[in-house]
């Protein structure tokens, strides 16, 4: 990094920071430091490194430090960079985005948005055009976020700089396409899963965040509860059958499969999977990923695995009665089956196979074990707080208030962007098949008397789960409202 770089970017230090209260000083050729008298926000944070163009070190330093450093450069603050838009966040139409024929702004543009999302920890980063602006919000714990407003004139150019790095066709602007983006940002190696689609006002494109260094996962870790871990690590042991992992969007069920291959992984199995896609290249497993393009899908993946003489058979999705039907076969045949399935809770998906036209008799003789799960937010363990449960909440949640003496939530801090919560938990239903449920799935009985009758065998529930996860302080009550109200 130059003194001349650093220099042509003093007045934007001021616009940004000094309206926030927050003095700068300059350290760079002392310490490569930015010294502040208070610790900027993240946004703020964020917008520096952007406009640096490099990693900056901040640290708090005292009154004489920042006075001192700041006399060296205030003299050099000129009123060269005018006021931006409010509505943009910070960045201006006019002079942030004015040389529209070279690629470096946008270049630069999109590398500060995938380190915000990043120092986040997204999962998604969606880019939706309106009439006015390009919005860029990102999916946090969750939920989403919105990072910039950007105006509106860039929105194609940002657009064709996402579609080149995933190699997408950017003349195509009236079809869906997808795509990759192998990105590395500083020692991280990035997987991101592009999306595009054509609507009225521009091209929405959504990126998916995959982070390869996130590659070990423990089902301790999870989440799971100890009588659940012991009784799934159990029936994952099991020399065939069918396992279902079931849940809506979102809801880590590929997460809970990945944990349970590794676990079960040895030289002793040959373990092959077919997914869409393959979100993390496991080492010992061969993984196949769907291709409808080319006519590789679920089904006609699986006719093909069985082929491959395998022990233990991961199927990203059931999606329809082939797929099933093989899967089925392939318990009944000798094979560890894995899959999921989009069921509210466990013992739906019985009837939810059975709506495929599954046939009874099968699914009682292949189904081990169905497992429904949730994600609910943790309380941010940098900012929580204790605080009894109020009356409203009591009555919400149809439990006791003194039953729940306890209650943690989180303030609000710079580590959890405000939002009091920071990383997500899993909730879990584990469903055993037993000879009792095998015998009602054979008699065609509902999810509601499976539901009982599992209920009645020790079965806890989503909403119990996450009963016992709010007693213990790990998420809120908002949180259990939120995630199990559907329940």
Not at 334 to 344: A, Q
Not at 354 to 370: F, W
Request: charged share 25%; aromatic share 4%; proline share 4%.
């Amino acid at each position: 990094m130059t003194q001349t770089q650093i220099s042509l970017s003093l007045p934007v230090f001021s616009q940004l920071l000094e309206p926030a209260g927050i003095a700068p000083a300059l350290d760079f050729k002392a310490s490569g430091k930015l010294l502040y008298n208070q610790m900027p926000s993240i946004e703020l944070r964020s917008k520096v490194r952007f406009i640096i163009g490099d990693a900056v070190v901040f640290h708090s330093g005292t009154a004489e430090e920042v006075a001192r450093l700041t006399r060296h450069w205030r003299a050099d603050l000129s009123p060269q960079i005018a006021d931006g838009d409010e509505q943009f966040s910070g960045f201006s139409e006019v002079d942030d985005f004015s040389d529209m024929d070279s690629e470096a702004p946008i270049i630069r543009l999109v590398n500060h948005l995938f380190a915000r999302a990043l120092d986040l920890n997204a999962s998604d980063i969606h880019f939706e055009p309106n009439e006015n602006y390009l919005e860029v919000r990102c999916r946090v714990d969750g939920i989403m976020t919105r990072i910039e407003r950007l105006p509106v004139k860039i929105q194609s150019a940002v657009a064709s700089r996402l579609k080149l790095m995933a190699r997408l066709d950017i003349g195509e602007k009236r079809l869906p396409q997808d795509g990759r983006i192998d990105y590395k940002i500083g020692s991280r190696d990035l997987d991101m899963r592009v999306s595009t689609l054509p609507g009225v006002l521009g091209e929405s494109i959504v990126l998916r965040i995959l982070d390869r260094r996130d590659l070990s996962i423990e089902l301790a870790a999870l989440g799971m509860p100890e009588k659940v871990l012991t009784n799934y690590s159990r029936v994952i042991t099991q020399p065939h059958g069918l396992i279902l992992i079931t849940g809506p969007t979102g809801s880590g069920k590929t997460t809970t499969l990945y944990g349970t291959l590794e676990k079960i992984n040895s030289v002793k199995h040959k373990i092959v999977t077919v997914e869409d896609p393959v979100e993390y290249q496991l080492a010992g497993i061969t993984q196949i990923q769907v291709n409808a393009n080319i006519g590789l899908n679920f089904a006609s993946g699986l006719r093909s695995i069985v082929r491959q003489d395998p022990d233990i058979l991961m199927i990203g999705e059931i999606r329809d009665h082939e797929t099933a039907q093989i899967a089925i076969e392939s318990a009944l045949t000798g094979h560890l089956v894995f899959s999921t399935l989009h069921t509210n809770d466990a013992a739906g998906a019985v009837t939810r196979l059975q709506d495929m036209g599954v046939e009874s008799y099968l699914l009682s003789s292949s189904l081990l074990a169905i497992q429904a799960q949730r994600l609910v937010r943790r309380v941010c363990v940098h900012c929580n707080t204790t605080s009894p449960m109020t009356a409203d909440e009591a009555q919400v949640l149809e439990v006791q208030a003194q039953d729940f003496p306890r209650i943690v939530r989180g303030s609000g801090c710079e580590r959890c962007g405000g939002t009091g919560y920071r990383g997500r938990i899993g909730l879990y239903e584990l469903m055993i098949i037993s000879d009792d449920i095998r015998h009602l799935i054979t008699s065609g009985s509902d999810a509601n008397v499976i539901r009982k009758q599992a209920q009645a065998e020790g079965m806890q529930t989503l909403r119990e789960d996450a009963l016992d996860k709010l007693r213990q302080g790990v998420t809120t009550p908002e949180e259990v409202v939120r995630v199990t109200r559907a329940i």
